[in-house]
């Protein structure tokens, strides 16, 4: 049976306790959501390096096929100038078509040059726009983490100031009293101790007490409650 002088010093302990464990989820919490700002800040760094990649191949075929054609234009023009001076018809004839076959691949590169440029053009704008999303979206993670930051080091330093309080308000407590209330407290979490509630119901578990206990508690006794174990008391 609990003494009732150190009823008071035991829920201001149980207060402190509980302060630490919401201030322990709410860290847990922005912990959290700090990784996945940060998840979510290198996801778009990637699509938007994949964005630059795309346009930086096509530019890269564009260079591709304007060196081709160029190769085509003098193979052309080294084509014209022998046929000047070629005798036989048969050499002639081979030259005109080694010329038609330059003329013909100048025409499809001339058009896939065209369809990679209006490509171009069009990722180029299309990502013009994404840009703009994707700096929006990068300021607004930053800003998000730097009041990430701010209120981890609040709590940080409000756990501290807790845990301090919760160390002094254990040393008050005689060590028997303070294991039993521990013991408890592993078997049925926090809260430990209760308040008897309306209709003589434990405050933990909501059973209502027996006549004689629940006599007990009003008379100001403090009394394990006969089904979830916690300490209950009456509220004056
Ligand atoms: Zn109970």
Redesign the pocket.
Known sequence: MLEKGLLKVLLKLQDTQMSIERLEKAQKKLKEEESRLRREFSKLEEEEAQTLLVIKNIESQIKQIKEEISRCKEGIKRAESRLNMVRKAQDYKALLREKAKYEDSIIKLSQDLKNLETEKKERESAYAKEKKVFERRYREIKEELEYITLEQENISKKLKEVKGQEQRLRESIPSQVLMEYEKLKDHVGLPVIVSVVSFGA?G??G?TLPATLYSKVVSGQIIN?P??G?WVYYET
């Open positions: 434990c933990g578990c059973m409650c089904n979830c916690r």
